[in-house]
T-cell receptor, first 114, second 114 residues
Framework: DAGVIQSPRHEVTEMGQEVTLRCKPI?????LFWYRQTMMRGLELLIY????????DSGMPEDRFSAKMPNASFSTLKIQPSEPRDSAVYFC????????????FGPGTRLLVL | SQQGEEDPQALSIQEGENATMNCSYK?????LQWYRQNSGRGLVHLIL?????REKHSGRLRVTLDTSKKSSSLLITASRAADTASYFC??????????????FGQGTILTVHP
């Protein structure tokens, strides 16, 4: 298995632009998580899905952030409009229904908003 | 506030020495997991300990869990330069609607000098 795949790996954009981050979870995993990591705030859970349905989006910073999971093999995290404070590394992770199994992380997308 | 908090924030040792990192948490958990993050990479799962377990081993890793004190420790024996990384504890909260969700601490930065 290729593991969790994220794209792009790096994104540089200007304030006000729309940013779309993509994630392909490990095949057979039914949980998908989006995290944001910064030096100041550490690793924060933004939203997670179970069987393509959003379960907890309480970590989504504000309405500028939205996430979708149209099918079991694809998810997007969109920021519109982007702001400099959104600069961070965004990770996607997946796991399966057994709560004792770990989460498998993708390599992350490093986002810089100028 | 963070569910899991690691101590120390940074640890610097010589190759061959043991490294001990601690994690404290606030609420009842189902299990506690430790992850490693190398610079610029995603998190990698190391070991999981369930709430009814007190100690667990995996290679050079030893994890203990004290649910009465709401704390855990990760011991890396005979450290190597390749162990240099950030180490995070993550807790899966018992019950409620948080099934599958992990809450991560701020991490301990471990540096092993050759």
């Amino acid at each position: 298995d290729a593991g969790v795949i994220q794209s792009p790996r790096h994104e540089v954009t200007e304030m006000g632009q729309e940013v779309t981050l993509r994630c392909k979870p490990i095949s057979g995993h039914d949980y998908l998580f989006w995290y944001r990591q910064t030096m100041m705030r550490g690793l924060e859970l933004l939203i997670y899905f179970n069987n393509n349905v959003p379960i907890d989006d309480s970590g989504m910073p504000e309405d500028r952030f939205s996430a979708k999971m149209p099918n079991a093999s694809f998810s997007t995290l969109k920021i519109q409009p982007s702001e400099p404070r959104d600069s961070a590394v965004y990770f996607c992770a997946s796991s399966n229904r057994d709560r004792v199994l770990p989460q498998y992380f993708g390599p992350g997308t490093r986002l810089l908003v100028l | 506030s963070q569910q899991g908090e690691e101590d120390p924030q940074a640890l610097s040792i010589q190759e061959g020495e043991n490294a001990t990192m601690n994690c404290s948490y606030k609420t009842s958990i189902n299990n506690l997991q430790w992850y490693r993050q190398n610079s610029g990479r995603g998190l990698v799962h190391l070991i999981l300990i369930r709430s009814n377990e007190r100690e667990k081993h995996s290679g050079r890793l030893r994890v203990t869990l004290d649910t009465s004190k709401k704390s855990s420790s990760l011991l890396i024996t005979a450290s190597r330069a390749a162990d240099t990384a950030s180490y995070f504890c993550a807790t899966a909260i018992a019950g409620g609607t948080s099934y599958g969700k992990l809450t991560f601490g701020q991490g301990t930065i471990l540096t092993v000098h050759p």
